[in-house]
């Protein structure tokens, strides 16, 4: 029942993401805008001035929820498509690093997925609400605290009766190794039912979510690209709540968290060692793609075959 075994479709993958775009944004976040911690609330305010200009470069409709927070302005910074009314879709990841560490994977990585998502979208007829969302303060002493720029968000949807189909969590979408070994897992009996190597993306969420993580996991599986596994777990018995997902669950909304799976792959997870050079950007555009393709869009030009 934790599982979800789903029929890939065969086909030709179709890039449209950019792996360039991709690691400039990574590089900027994580050297430029360094540190970029709780502790450093002027680089968590130039980071969400850079990502509010990048959604502006392909939405009209870019907003601030700007909050308070140890006597500082912190700032969730929002872009919108689609329709102005019925279901929203939510994908967000968040954009502050832990310590002094640059935080390449986690999450300056989620964070430019998100941003080139935006792009993509602008360039497709948005046919459901779909709501970009890049938080503050997800890192600890934050974590599971009001504090996280999550939090707010999820609660401000509940407050407002706002409908959401479900939330999409980024987080750490980076690391890759096709080595034996590379991947591990919280519980042994796991390598029975997932690979040993670190070279998909995985969709995780509650036993409630399995129909989000099924319907989402089909389309993004359904071409020859990145592999792509899932696992639906009661929250009590893996660490599937670690990221910005979990305020969405508390606020009664159903979401996962997809990601390279953090420090069951990735060794630099929290460390000064998280650099920009470590990190797949030809399998992130992959991960990107992947993200967009259940995503209720079309293209708005035609394509040809030349």
Do not use: C
């Amino acid at each position: 029942m934790a599982t979800q075994p789903v029929m890939s479709v065969s086909g030709k993958p179709r890039t449209y993401a950019d792996a360039e775009a991709l690691k400039g944004h990574v590089t900027m976040l994580s050297e430029t805008f360094h540190p970029r911690s709780a502790a450093h609330p002027e680089n968590l305010q130039r980071v969400a001035t850079y990502i509010e200009l990048q959604f502006k470069k392909v939405s009209g409709r870019v907003s601030l929820q700007t909050f308070i927070v140890d006597g500082h302005p912190v700032h969730n910074v929002i872009a919108k498509f689609g329709p102005d009314t019925g279901r929203t879709i939510v994908i967000g990841a968040h954009y502050d690093s832990a310590q002094l560490t640059p935080g390449a994977d986690d999450n300056a990585s989620g964070v430019a997925g998100l941003i080139e998502l935006s792009r993509l979208l602008a360039d497709r007829e948005v046919l459901q609400p779909i709501e970009l969302v890049a938080f503050t303060l997800e890192e600890p002493p934050h974590f599971k605290t009001t504090n996280m720029g999550s939090y707010r968000h999820a609660q401000s949807l509940r407050h407002a009766a706002r409908q959401v189909d479900y939330m999409i969590g980024l987080e750490m979408i980076g690391m890759f190794s096709d080595a034996p070994g590379s991947q591990r897992y919280p519980h042994p009996l796991m390598r029975r039912y997932f690979p040993d190597e670190g070279n998909f993306i995985a969709i995780v969420g509650r036993l409630s979510d399995i129909g989000v993580t099924r319907s989402l996991k089909f389309a993004m599986a359904s071409d020859a690209g990145l592999p792509v596994i899932s696992i639906n777990s009661p929250r009590e018995w893996l660490p599937i709540e670690l990221s910005d997902h979990l305020n969405y669950w508390d606020a009664g909304f159903d979401a996962v968290m997809i990601t390279d799976t953090a420090y069951y792959r990735n060794p630099n997870y929290h460390r000064a060692t998280d650099i920009p050079e470590t990190l797949d950007y030809k399998r992130m555009a992959m991960v990107v793609d992947a993200v967009l393709r259940p995503l209720p869009t079309r293209l708005r030009v035609l394509e040809t075959t030349p």
